[in-house]
């Protein structure tokens, strides 16, 4: 499908102007509030988008009692009975820096040279730390001004399948079948699927919540979370000889007896680790949370029983030490889900390609809606909404990689049409 360079700068035009607007709004989340969703600028930014999909004649909008924004449109005449797909992106930011009052800044044809930034003079970017800036030379990037985040995670991804809507709206002749929008609250804090309603998604979906120019991703971490409790036995530390069993001691020894190269400061692609998160407690009791990753679900298994192993030779060693395990999946690599389902994947790639961008098929260290919405049972691979260096001070997109996540949701709609 050829798209027209009208078409092209229409996508350019509402996907940068939406974006610079969508976050001069705080949709901050916080995992204190215990509301749903947890802060009240999302339910303002949630506004703003009833109101925009309302402009474009999207049918059905709503903003439910929890947050999530839903819209329909209509497949092109003639398209009724192809495939019905969904796009989704989140609302909230990460709580890992500010997020208010953010004042994006764009640099001009950028050359290459260290970042600096208007409201932190000791703030500086450069390539070197950030090797994804020698593929952005020339390109007009937009930053914060150094005192907040910018919030292209996710606003860049509501504003392109925007502007994307703003396009099938405006060419009702490009061919696309039905289409449902759903922007989630608190994804950041791991709840963006939480309240979901699954009746009104469709079977298929796809997230913009992934970073470089072609990133496509069917893959995710194995996520467990692990709770150890040590129990020992206290005495007079001037006669405990043979008495006591001293519970953190023996803690912080189980802890460093796991393989340090299996830390997630020691690994990265591949890779899977033991993380110890938080550890505290005295001589009669003790406790470290874990969570461990990998991509094989095998190999996390692998860890839990090196972890089993671990206990059964330590409370031979100490008797009178107690140690209890309580192992949780937190949720499962989306591959599980999507390896059966290729097609899936291929139309994405395909999209991306006749963008004319490079397919980066990555593995997201970490977990995104469309794993749990996977597991929930329906697909949802995820793709590249153009930000770096997401959560910091320093994260920035391209101005073309707002444009290009676009095309590639108006093109991945007409690959199903075929
Ligand atoms: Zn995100």
Same mark, same amino acid.
């Given at each position: 499908?050829?798209?027209? @360079?009208?078409?092209?700068?229409?996508?350019?035009?509402?996907?940068?102007?939406?974006?610079?607007?969508?976050?001069?709004?705080?949709?901050?989340?916080?995992?204190?509030?215990?509301?749903?969703?947890?802060?009240?600028?999302?339910?303002?930014?949630?506004?703003?988008?009833?109101?925009?999909?309302?402009?474009?004649?999207? &049918?059905?909008?709503?903003?439910?009692?929890?947050?999530?924004?839903?819209?329909?449109?209509?497949?092109?005449?003639?398209?009724?009975?192809?495939?019905?797909?969904?796009?989704?992106?989140?609302?909230?930011?990460?709580?890992?820096?500010?997020?208010?009052?953010?004042?994006?800044?764009?640099?001009?044809?950028?050359?290459?040279?260290?970042?600096?930034?208007?409201?932190?003079?000791?703030?500086?970017?450069?390539?070197?730390? =950030?090797?994804?800036?020698?593929?952005?030379?020339?390109?007009?990037?937009?930053?914060?001004?150094?005192?907040?985040?910018?919030?292209?995670?996710?606003?860049?991804?509501?504003?392109?399948?925007?502007?994307?809507?703003?396009?099938?709206?405006?060419?009702?002749?490009?061919?696309?079948?039905?289409?449902?929008?759903?922007?989630?609250?608190?994804?950041?804090?791991?709840?963006?699927?939480?309240?979901?309603?699954?009746? /009104?998604?469709?079977?298929? =979906?796809?997230?913009?919540? #992934?970073?470089?120019?072609?990133?496509?991703?069917?893959?995710?971490?194995?996520?467990?979370?692990?709770?150890?409790?040590?129990?020992?036995?206290?005495?007079?530390? #001037?006669?405990?000889?043979?008495?006591?069993?001293?519970?953190?001691?023996?803690?912080?020894? *189980?802890?460093?007896?796991?393989?340090?190269?299996?830390?997630? @400061?020691?690994?990265?692609?591949? &890779?899977? *680790?033991?993380?110890?998160?938080?550890?505290?407690?005295?001589?009669?009791?003790?406790?470290?949370?874990?969570?461990?990753?990998?991509?094989?679900?095998?190999?996390?298994?692998?860890?839990?029983?090196?972890? @089993?192993?671990?206990?059964?030779?330590?409370?031979?060693?100490?008797?009178?030490?107690?140690? @209890?395990? %309580?192992?949780?999946?937190?949720?499962?690599?989306?591959?599980?889900?999507?390896?059966?389902?290729?097609?899936?994947?291929?139309?994405?790639?395909?999209?991306?390609?006749?963008?004319?961008?490079?397919?980066?098929?990555?593995?997201?260290?970490?977990?995104?809606?469309?794993?749990?919405?996977?597991?929930?049972?329906?697909?949802?691979?995820?793709?590249?909404?153009?930000?770096?260096?997401?959560?910091?001070?320093?994260?920035?997109?391209?101005?073309?990689?707002?444009?290009?996540?676009?095309?590639?949701?108006? /093109?991945?709609?007409?690959?199903? %049409?075929?």
């Amino acid at each position: 499908m050829e798209l027209s @360079e009208e078409i092209l700068s229409l996508l350019f035009d509402e996907a940068l102007s939406r974006f610079l607007n969508y976050v001069t709004i705080d949709t901050t989340s916080s995992s204190t509030s215990g509301t749903h969703p947890s802060s009240e600028g999302q339910l303002r930014l949630g506004k703003l988008m009833v109101s925009e999909l309302k402009e474009l004649h999207l &049918e059905n909008v709503e903003q439910d009692e929890n947050g999530y924004i839903y819209a329909d449109l209509p497949a092109t005449a003639g398209y009724e009975n192809v495939q019905a797909i969904g796009f989704l992106a989140h609302l909230d930011t990460s709580n890992a820096t500010s997020g208010a009052n953010i004042e994006p800044k764009v640099i001009e044809n950028y050359d290459g040279s260290p970042i600096t930034f208007p409201k932190d003079a000791n703030l500086i970017l450069t390539k070197e730390e =950030c090797p994804e800036l020698n593929d952005l030379i020339g390109h007009d990037l937009i930053t914060s001004s150094g005192d907040t985040l910018l919030g292209a995670d996710d606003k860049a991804g509501i504003a392109e399948i925007m502007a994307a809507l703003a396009v099938w709206v405006k060419y009702p002749e490009l061919p696309h079948g039905p289409i449902t929008i759903c922007f989630t609250p608190d994804e950041e804090i791991g709840e963006g699927t939480d309240f979901i309603k699954m009746d /009104r998604m469709a079977p298929i =979906c796809y997230t913009f919540d #992934g970073g470089e120019m072609g990133e496509l991703e069917t893959e995710c971490f194995d996520a467990w979370g692990a709770k150890v409790v040590f129990k020992g036995v206290s005495a007079h530390p #001037g006669y405990a000889k043979d008495k006591m069993v001293n519970a953190i001691r023996l803690a912080a020894s *189980f802890v460093s007896q796991l393989p340090e190269g299996e830390t997630p @400061e020691r690994t990265e692609k591949r &890779e899977g *680790f033991y993380h110890c998160m938080n550890f505290k407690g005295s001589e009669e009791l003790a406790e470290a949370l874990f969570i461990l990753r990998d991509f094989d679900v095998q190999e996390n298994k692998r860890r839990m029983s090196f972890m @089993e192993s671990l206990k059964e030779k330590m409370m031979a060693e100490y008797p009178g030490l107690e140690i @209890e395990f %309580t192992f949780t999946h937190q949720y499962e690599n989306m591959n599980v889900y999507l390896k059966d389902k290729p097609k899936i994947k291929e139309i994405a790639a395909n999209a991306i390609e006749n963008a004319g961008l490079e397919v980066k098929d990555t593995a997201i260290r970490g977990g995104t809606d469309g794993a749990r919405l996977s597991a929930k049972g329906i697909p949802t691979p995820n793709l590249f909404a153009g930000g770096i260096m997401f959560h910091s001070r320093r994260e920035f997109i391209s101005t073309k990689a707002l444009q290009k996540a676009a095309e590639v949701c108006v /093109r991945i709609a007409f690959e199903w %049409t075929k």
